[in-house]
């Protein structure tokens, strides 16, 4: 069982509509959590940053973690075609470990006007 | 504006040859990270450096070698390519240790 297991996919919505990726992981060491956008042929672009559990909102993207069942989720919403793009979830345990990210697979997001 | 980049953008090598992967930030960071991302593997870390001098090994770090003797840069040497390299490689950088990773755009490297 991988660290990180996140839905691949692919997922396609409409223009406008409201987006939920999500990712679970069995390390009780992770302590920071984040999303990254991936266009194709681009490196990973940090979306959002979260330490422990909670919300944390920035424009129209909100990220989630609960650590008590090991879950994080991303949401998008009024979805646009330039959100199309790979996600990738991904958790660091800090410390001694950090910058030791373990990252999802990845989820393939299409949003089509 | 301060940025990370990495260079060649694309490179083809030969089985056995030595080949370096340069990655140079103008953030004055002091961490800086390589890894490598395939289909089914997702990204995964070769080599990391806490500060000049220090390096140390990841997940994936037999066959590659980095050395830091500056801030700006960390270069990943393949000592003798071989094909299971073949691979896309991404450095990342960051201020401090509660700091995210911010990556380059990556080089695509082919080893035939």
């Known amino acids: 069982q991988k660290e990180v297991e996140q839905d691949p996919g692919p997922l396609s919505v409409p223009e406008g509509a409201i987006v939920s990726l999500n990712c679970t992981y069995s390390n009780s060491a992770f302590q920071y959590f984040m999303w990254y956008r991936q266009y194709s042929r681009k490196g990973p672009e940090l979306l959002m940053y979260t330490y422990s559990s909670g919300n944390k909102e920035d424009g129209r993207f909100t990220a989630q973690v609960d650590k008590s069942s090991k879950y994080i989720s991303l949401f998008i919403r009024d979805s646009q075609p330039s959100d199309s793009a790979t996600y990738l979830c991904a958790s660091d345990a800090g410390g001694t470990s950090y910058g030791k990210l373990t990252f999802g697979q990845g989820t393939i997001l299409t949003v089509h006007p | ?112």
């Open chain 2, 1 to 112: 504006d301060a940025e990370i980049t990495q260079s060649p953008r694309h490179k083809i090598t030969e089985t056995g040859r030595q080949v370096t992967l340069a990655c140079h930030q103008t953030w004055n960071h002091n961490n800086m990270f390589w890894y490598r991302q395939d289909l089914g593997h997702g990204l995964r870390l070769i080599h990391y450096s806490y500060g000049v001098h220090d390096t140390n090994k990841g997940e994936v770090s037999d066959g590659y070698s980095v050395s830091r003797s500056n801030t700006e840069d960390l270069p990943l040497t393949l000592e003798s390519a071989a094909s299971s390299q073949t691979s896309v490689y991404f450095c990342a950088s960051s201020e401090d240790r509660v700091s995210p990773l911010h990556f380059g755009n990556g080089t695509r490297l082919t080893v035939t």
